[in-house]
Antibody, heavy 116, light 106 residues
Framework: EVQLQQSGPELVKPGASVKISCKASGYTFTDYNMHWVKQSHGKSLEWIGYIYPYNGGTGYNQKFKSKATLTVDNSSSTAYMELRSLTSEDSAVYYC?????????WGQGTTLTVSS | QIVLSQSPAILSASPGEKVTMTCRASSSVSYMHWYQQKPGSSPKPWIY???NLASGVPARFSGSGSGTSYSLTISRVEAEDAATYYCQQWSSNPLTFGAGTKLELK
């Protein structure tokens, strides 16, 4: 059974950084792109970018290029997203999602709250 | 970027009714995907490549469209269909989602 297990909720101060994880199981991690999606409270979905675990290749939404860095640890089948210089605008639920054609499996989401 | 405009924003329907929601793209796209999301849950794949139902999706759902206009239709709405439906494209960067259509049951 394919599962994407994300790390727990985060409460961080403005200006800080945070690293969210997404541990994959039930499939060959390096065969699928891993994407990250932001959902602000009560709002729609925004694509942040993707990483191809096989070779570490990445693609970013220009809007998030200076905000997010995507990495993987193939030895543990885990994808990471680091968000930096956090502001209240970054408070949201962040999802990882596997894709070949469409997002066929999603993590449960990680709630990030940026507050002093 | 390609903007996806979904209408209506809120759709109110009675059980058994046929409903259609649309997704219009600001430029032509090759295909459209759709996701269903219920409160407190992650989105679920619903329709892929315009007209193909994802695994487990009831046959009362269908998708169609081409170019800049796509739609999701439910032939006979059931209570379990209450959710927000999002369209998504990746014909060009960046990948974008629509704002969603919230289906409410009367």
């Amino acid at each position: 059974e394919v599962q994407l297990q994300q790390s727990g909720p985060e409460l961080v101060k403005p200006g800080a950084s945070v690293k969210i994880s997404c541990k994959a199981s039930g499939y060959t991690f390096t065969d699928y792109n891993m994407h990250w999606v932001k959902q602000s409270h009560g709002k729609s979905l925004e694509w942040i970018g993707y990483i191809y675990p096989y070779n570490g290749g990445t693609g970013y939404n220009q809007k998030f290029k200076s905000k997010a860095t995507l990495t993987v640890d193939n030895s543990s089948s885990t994808a990471y997203m680091e968000l930096r210089s956090l502001t209240s605008e970054d408070s949201a639920v962040y999802y990882c999602a596997r894709t070949k054609l469409l997002f066929d499996y999603w993590g449960q989401g990680t709630t990030l709250t940026v507050s002093s | 970027q390609i903007v996806l405009s979904q209408s209506p924003a809120i759709l109110s329907a009675s059980p058994g009714e046929k409903v259609t929601m649309t997704c219009r793209a600001s430029s032509s796209v090759s295909y459209m995907h759709w996701y269903q999301q219920k409160p407190g849950s992650s989105p679920k794949p619903w329709i892929y490549a315009t007209s193909n139902l994802a695994s487990g999706v009831p046959a009362r759902f269908s998708g169609s469209g081409s170019g800049t206009s796509y739609s999701l239709t439910i032939s006979r709405v059931e209570a379990e269909d209450a959710a927000t439906y999002y369209c998504q494209q990746w014909s060009s960067n960046p990948l974008t989602f629509g704002a969603g259509t919230k289906l409410e049951l009367k």
